[in-house]
């Protein structure tokens, strides 16, 4: 079984500023795959990054980067000079290395204020 | 690329109707799944499809919701019948394979934009 914990609800940031939202898991999974997935008001889930467990490497894509604790089981995604374009829903989320069966997290509101 | 197509966008039904979701997934794409996203949470797996086969279906409620993937492309779910805690977002999702190797490196599933389902 495995649980995604997004203990931030909504949270705020102005525009070129910095924000990091937080993520704990559990996974009974060895091998297993890390998630943030971004959802604007269009409903469609965009991947934002991605993470694999094995690699103890912080994953980065331009703006976004994670900070990947493996022995806390925490998953933090951190965005750098915040754009309008970032207000959305995201998700954290985990997968087994033998499934892509996703479990989400219940979400974190973001908004970027001009 | 064009991405998963989904139909109809928004759909509202009277509880007890029945209503049914399309789902198109990226050419060539194997696997196939139904999230149910409930307003203020994230999505929960309903069912995924490899081919044309049900992997896994555990959180399906099989008493009321039914799906199938013909041909191993197109897939259809439906709801009969339709009870008002059923009203969400039902997102459908592809991916190229499933990961049984730690080398493999395509380990995105591609969304669809969403069928947003009103039981009144």
């Known amino acids: 079984a495995q649980t995604v914990t997004q203990s931030q609800p909504e949270m705020s940031v102005q525009e070129a500023e910095t924000v990091t939202l937080s993520c704990t898991y559990d996974t009974s999974e060895s091998n297993y795959y890390l998630f943030w997935y971004k959802q604007p008001p269009s409903r469609q889930m965009i991947l934002v990054i991605r993470?694999?467990?094995?690699?103890?490497q912080n994953a980065t894509e331009n703006r976004f980067s994670v900070n990947f604790q493996k022995a806390a089981k925490s998953f933090s995604l951190k965005i750098s000079d915040s754009q309008l374009g970032d207000t959305a829903m995201y998700f954290c989320a985990v997968s087994g290395a033998g499934s892509y069966q996703l479990t989400f997290g219940k979400g974190t509101k973001l908004s970027v204020i001009p | 690329e064009a991405g998963v197509a989904q139909s109809p966008r928004y759909k509202i039904i009277e509880k007890r109707q029945s209503v049914a979701f399309w789902c198109n997934p990226i050419?060539?794409?194997?696997?196939l799944y139904w999230y149910q996203q409930i307003l203020g949470q994230g999505p929960k797996l309903l069912i995924q499809?490899?081919?044309?086969?049900?992997?896994?279906d555990s959180q399906l409620p099989k008493d009321r919701f039914s799906a199938e993937r013909l041909k191993g492309v197109d897939s259809t779910l439906k709801i009969q019948p339709a009870k008002l805690e059923d009203s969400a977002v039902y997102l459908c999702a592809s991916s190229p394979n499933l990961r049984g190797q730690l080398n493999l490196v395509n380990t995105e599933a591609f969304f669809g934009q969403g069928t947003r389902l009103t039981v009144v």
């Open positions: 993470q694999e467990a094995y690699k103890q």
């Open positions: 499809f490899q081919n044309n086969g049900v992997v896994d």
């Open positions: 050419s060539g794409h194997a696997t």
